[in-house]
């Protein structure tokens, strides 16, 4: 309705509204509110190496319930978790000593692993199906936003399903709680690889180093 009305204004009259239309959808470079938001149960959108993403605490029902809809995601899509560090990542997958040896040489980066997930994950997030895609970013923005929520966040891209993710805070047009501002990201996807079926499921950033590291295993 904002954005409707900005178009048949002019002047100050358009600034009034495009304040009011931002004022809706609060972008700032607060991790510590950010961080309190998605420990509430909120919805948080945030930057990472790649694009903008959806955050939302993992573990809530809610939340998640919430980001789905934000997206307008059917629920036969999974939807990837972020982490923060390596203790977290072992808490909600397996991995074997090989997947190990390439998870990190590649992340921290723009590359989500499939893994074969522990009970902790919510079936919600995986569509019913056994493994879940983990991503672990190389943003500072991001890893301290996980690290003071204290739990892994959804990782899937701030856009409706089908549309082009967003780079920058400009370009996000779904609304959140809040809108954490890291500036402008690459723009490039990550590439996902199926390390239970060794097989790239997403072609991304680093792709081509990813495929050779995959035929090592």
């Known amino acids: 309705m904002h954005q409707e009305l900005s178009c048949k204004f002019s002047g100050n009259g358009a600034d009034i509204i495009r304040t009011i239309f931002h004022k809706s959808r609060e972008a700032g470079r607060d991790i510590g509110k950010a961080a309190r938001i998605i420990k509430d149960g909120g919805i ?31 629920a036969d899509k999974p939807i990837s978790v972020a982490v923060s560090n390596f203790r977290m990542m072992d808490d909600l997958v397996y991995i074997t000593k090989r997947q190990r040896q390439f998870i990190e040489k590649f992340l921290p980066g723009p590359v989500t692993v499939i893994l074969k997930k522990k009970k902790t994950v919510p079936d919600i997030l995986t569509a019913e199906k056994d493994s879940i895609g983990i991503r672990y970013p190389d943003n500072e923005f991001a890893l301290e936003l996980i690290e003071l929520a204290g739990v892994p966040i959804t990782s899937t891209s701030a856009n409706l399903s089908g549309e082009e993710p967003p780079r920058k805070v400009d370009e996000v047009k779904i609304s959140a709680d809040y809108i954490l501002d890291g500036g402008e990201c690459a723009g490039e996807p990550s590439t996902v690889v199926d390390l239970v079926d060794m097989k790239i499921v997403r072609k991304g950033a680093r792709y081509k180093e990813v495929l050779d590291g995959l035929h090592l295993i």
């Open 44 to 74: 948080v959108i945030y930057p990472t190496e790649t694009v903008y993403g959806i955050g939302a605490n993992i573990f809530s029902e809610q939340a998640l319930g919430r980001v789905f809809s934000l997206k307008k995601r059917k």
